[in-house]
Nanobody, 124 residues
């Protein structure tokens, strides 16, 4: 129903910045909420940030609050995740996900659609 595609992954030095983009194929009630999750090898999937686009409600994990910023661009066609002061522990594959607005948040089980992921590597 909804196709999600991520862009912007790559390598960056400790303390650097990187911007990720998530583009949705369509804007519907089932994709009003867009979110970013990440998963490193051998680690659990972790919610990073999410937004209910119609009402502009944002969610952030404590581990990224103050360093990462989620913004909507292109008239609800996509969202960007601006990552600053990156740390080694931020290294992971980052996935975009979508769900209904009433299920928006940082819990992976509530999401219906997932992108293929984009890898972020932070080194010293």
């Amino acid at each position: 129903l909804v196709h999600l595609e991520e862009f912007g992954g790559g390598s960056v030095q400790d303390g650097g910045s990187l911007t990720l983009t998530c583009e949705a194929s369509t804007y519907t009630d089932s994709s009003d909420c867009l979110a970013w999750f990440r998963q490193a090898p051998g680690k659990e999937r972790e919610g990073v940030a999410a937004v209910q686009r119609r009402i502009g409600k944002f969610y952030y994990s404590d581990s990224v609050k103050g360093r990462f910023t989620l913004s909507e661009v292109s008239a609800r066609q996509s969202v960007i995740l601006r990552m600053e002061n990156l740390k080694r522990e931020d290294s992971a594959t980052y996935y975009c996900a979508a769900t209904h607005p009433w299920r928006c948040g940082l819990t992976a089980a509530t999401y219906n659609h997932w992108g293929q992921g984009t890898r972020v590597a932070v080194s010293s």
